[in-house]
């Protein structure tokens, strides 16, 4: 095996741990949040900055681009805001200071439940035929931590109330939930394609186990959990589910956990219970993110000994590691893959060409508590 690579750039923006790195939607941006609640915003391009802003009082726990032009930010501080996205200008000068770049306005905000340290889970989609966007957004449920709740954005109504309730006996009340489940870690919003876009939620909670609910009923509202079905449930780690990644087409999903164990889960319905989930055992216990390439291929896991590794997600073959963060890694983001994707000219950066933008579908991006910011260049682990 060749010897693992040293990164392709190490940004040094922030004073806190990496909680958070994120891709716009386009990847002409790279976003990132820290312990403290700033978020920086840095050019893929020429790696200067564009932004940056106190955005939370406490940790960022997730940060998202909405519509063309909002930038949905989640905070320890039990806020969720979403922020008019900078426009982007000629680039400030690389001794710019972090005062004299410019921070973007506050377009909304909502009181949230981030007891959990879980990030929402945002489903962008299209209302008629008009231009306007709107978004689902699934959250702990303000009250109870074990259940979740879907609102719509930028309406804020909440549409469906206390998912997940009924299943199995309720704690002592103090916001941690249920005693069988414990406090939801992560989610994902999505629709199944097949059932007629039939809304779906899947979670992945504090004793190990991940649950898929499904939306069964007409209305699009619902309160105290009803009209959700549990479709399933499996407990595969004997530690909290620390991360979840899932394939862009939602065929499966993927768990890592205190414990060495890397759990996938088949999300599709033609599937017997016994083979739901596959359980891969690795020799790195402790891990602390997981995502997954656009194209369902390669997976990177962060580690808490800061080392990043990667797999082949449909073998799990091991394919190699990635060290530079001297202590654990928290976060880790790819690229989006994008079709017939070209570079405007820009007398500004006329040196980034179409070479550039297929070049960049190949970088992983991760964060530590060290400060760090590593951006990786990834060989195509096809050609071999």
Known sequence: MSPAPAPAHILRSHNSQINVVAFSIDNERLYSGDASGQIQVMSTRSFRPLASWKAHAEGILGIEEFNEDSVVTHGRDNKLHVWMRVAETKPLAETATIEELPSPSLKFSMDVNALNYCRFSLLQHSKGPSKNINALIALPNLVESSLADIWEIPSTDRLHAAIGKGIGAVGPGDGRGNNKTGIIMAMHLFRDTNVQQQLRLLLAYENGGVSLFTYSGVTGKSIEGRDWDMKWTVRSHVESVMAMTVRKDNLAAFTVSADNLVCRYDLQDDVAFATRSTVYRTKH????????????????????????????????????????????????????????????????????????????????????KDTRIAVWRLRDFDKK
């Open 285 to 368: 216990p402790g891990n602390g993110a997981i995502v997954i390439q656009d194209d369902g291929r390669v997976i990177a896991i962060g580690g808490w000994d800061g080392k990043v590794r990667l797999y082949s997600s449909k073998t799990f073959k091991y394919l190699g590691s990635l060290a530079y963060h001297k202590e654990g890694c928290q976060a880790a983001a790819f690229p989006h893959y994008q079709v017939g994707v070209h570079v405007d000219g820009d007398d500004e950066l006329d040196d980034f060409d179409n070479g550039d933008v297929e070049d960049r579908l190949r970088w992983l991006v991760t964060g530590g």
